[in-house]
């Protein structure tokens, strides 16, 4: 394998790389897909995460412009179909392999703009936020799911943008300490988190548990290739949410939740028995 191939090769590894580095639960559920369709799903993850980072975690640098820098640099490679950021490249790629929208990539990074200048939401304002920051990271997802086949794409595309949904919201609950005390933002609308109660939360748990019932109706609809591997995703954010849902508010005002990776992959067992004993 020589030229731009092996320069593919390169980017996907990297975008796989990248993955490992940042999410366990994410490389558990991506390493349980179709072989076939890890890689689009690896660019897709670091694509999303790199622009996450601008905006969460490079403090001493200047933001605005590093995120301007990388639209362009999306825009360009989507265009030229190259980029010599490999993660980018392995993105464009998968972008014309599965046919993406580009209003998904240019919904995805108006939300990681917002990050930049909006530390408070109202309603309207968090139901965008969280439709550029999941939802349309979950419909990226679906177009490699179902490898181009558009009824099937339209008749699991509310289940998918649930399933996003729900994977942000508890983000949002899990570092409720460090997006408020770190980065002085608060994600859920109109709340006061000097005020942060019993009540509050439970009603953002209520909120989380109907998009996961909803977004379960698509996972056991997706086709083989990417069904466990989803399934293994949504079951490990459900544990998580269980988790916080037992906990006092004070709790999670203080840390950052997590699941032991003794039970992702106890979770991942029993998951399996389940799957291929068509016991879900």
Known sequence: ?????????????????????YSTSFSL????????????????????????????????????????????DTVLAIEERISLNPILNAFQNTFHKYNLEWELVDTFLKSMEMDLH????????????????????????????????????????????????????????????ADYNALGRV??????????????????????????????????QLPKEARFGVLIAFKYYYKLFLKIQALPCERILKERIRVANPKKIALLAKTYLQHNLNLL
């Not at 799911?145 to 558009?150: A, C, D, H, I, L």
């Not at 994600?187 to 909803?214: G, Q, S």
């Open 29 to 72: 559920g991506i390493r349980t897909l179709g072989k076939e369709i890890r890689n689009p799903i690896y660019a897709i993850y670091g694509f999303v995460r790199f622009a996450d980072e601008i905006v969460d975690t490079f403090h001493d640098f200047e933001k605005h412009e590093l995120m301007e820098r990388f639209r362009k």
């Open 118 to 177: 909006q530390m408070e939401h109202d309603r309207d304002s968090y139901e965008t936020y969280i439709l550029g920051s999941a939802e349309v990271v979950g419909l990226m997802c679906l177009h490699v799911f179902v490898n181009g086949n558009q009824s099937e794409y339209e008749k699991l595309k509310p289940s998918a943008m649930k399933l996003g949904a729900a994977f942000q919201k508890i983000n949002f609950l899990r570092d409720l300490h």
């Open 187 to 220: 994600y859920f609308p109109n709340v006061d988190m000097t005020h942060f109660d019993e009540p509050t939360k439970k009603a953002i748990e209520k909120e989380i548990k109907e998009d996961f019932r909803l977004a379960y109706i698509g996972v056991l």
């Open 1 to 21: 394998m020589t030229g731009k191939p092996l320069f593919d090769s390169v980017s996907f590894d990297c975008s796989k790389l990248t993955t490992h580095a």
